[in-house]
């Protein structure tokens, strides 16, 4: 295995270039699916190379319960025995376990209760999908459901007697494309990936922001006026409390920097094409982030058929 199963730890450092230059270059669309795709990957291949550290370090302590093959003369030899390299990964994957996992619990949590907490909470002027809260703090969020349900928008009553009716239309907009595109699902993804490796951080925060401005571009399409959402969404930030939710339930105005996103709303609509490159620093991003998450991938699938390879022959059926 050599170095082929150190790469994949420091190869999301490749990404980087790209998390910035994609949210500014690109759809909000492209640049989330793009973002999370890559996140997810680089993640994935740098936590299988800390469980084949383990494996590979660990294999001649005693106790191990690793096949008796293992203690052969001639199958140490061809294992890159480390075995302060395999305490380390020990720590290391542990803490990722725990810190994935507990940010899996907070999600299911959260939104557990917050549906528990809807019947019932819906004011006058509540319509299908959308739940108005008497409330007298402003806020709007997107609540996911189960596969195969929408969801709910929540948004207080306090949040729609701060706009008028165009821009309560684009609030609307706004969190139901959180719902039809699915949104938190990038979110947690990418928060997921940034547990895993830390390497990864600038991706979750950009697909945080594209995410945000993908609403944005849609709600601004189904009102017909890019003016209109932009003035909600600096309304909603100025008015606005953080809603009763983590960052996987995307609101109005809880991510993203909020002039960032007024900017890109008062300019020409971004293009939904992919080629040619906006520009050549976006171009040069994009193949360097290729290059190191097909790198990264080759490197963890290397280090796996070794692994196998040697497991195999050390235990024949």
């Not at 082929?4 to 690109?26: D, G, I, K, N, S």
């Not at 019947?119 to 402003?138: R, Y």
């Not at 080629?275 to 991938?297: D, F, I, K, M, Q």
Request: net charge positive; aromatic share 4%.
């Amino acid at each position: 295995m050599g170095v082929f199963v150190y790469l994949p730890l420091v190869l999301p450092l490749t990404a980087l270039p790209m998390a910035r230059l994609a949210e500014q270059h690109l759809h909000p669309r492209s640049a989330t699916r793009l973002l999370a795709a890559v996140g997810s990957t680089l993640a994935l291949c740098s936590t299988l190379c800390l469980a084949l550290l383990m494996v590979v370090g660990t294999a001649q302590l005693p106790g191990n319960p690793l096949p008796d093959g293992w203690s052969d003369p001639e199958v140490r030899a061809a294992v890159p025995y480390e075995e302060k390299a395999g305490l380390v990964a020990i720590g290391v994957l542990g803490a990722v376990l725990v810190a994935c996992g507990g940010t899996l619990l907070r999600h299911a949590r959260t939104r557990i209760r917050a549906a528990r907490a809807l019947p019932g909470a819906t004011g006058p002027g509540a319509t299908g999908d959308l739940a108005l809260v008497p409330s007298p703090d402003p806020y709007a969020y997107a609540l996911p459901a189960g596969r195969g349900r929408g969801g709910r928008i929540v948004v207080s009553t306090a949040m729609m007697d701060c706009l008028d009716a165009r821009e309560r239309d684009a609030l609307v907009a706004h969190e139901r494309a959180h719902l039809t595109g699915r949104h938190h699902r990038y979110l947690l993804v990418t928060q997921l990936a940034a547990r895993a490796n830390p390497f990864l951080l600038p991706l979750r925060t950009a697909v945080a922001y594209s995410t945000e401005r993908w609403a944005d571009e849609e709600a601004a399409d189904a009102v017909g006026s890019r003016r209109a959402v932009a003035t909600a969404v600096g309304k909603a930030a100025l008015f606005s409390h953080r809603p009763p939710g983590p960052a996987v339930l995307p609101a109005l105005a809880a991510e993203g920097p909020v002039p960032r996103r007024v900017a890109a709303l008062l300019d020409p609509e971004p293009s939904a094409g992919l080629w040619p490159p906006a520009s050549a620093h976006l171009a040069l991003a994009a193949v360097t982030a290729t290059a190191g998450t097909a790198a990264s991938a080759l490197s963890s699938l290397n280090a796996t058929v070794t692994l196998v390879g040697i497991l195999h022959a050390a235990t024949p059926l």
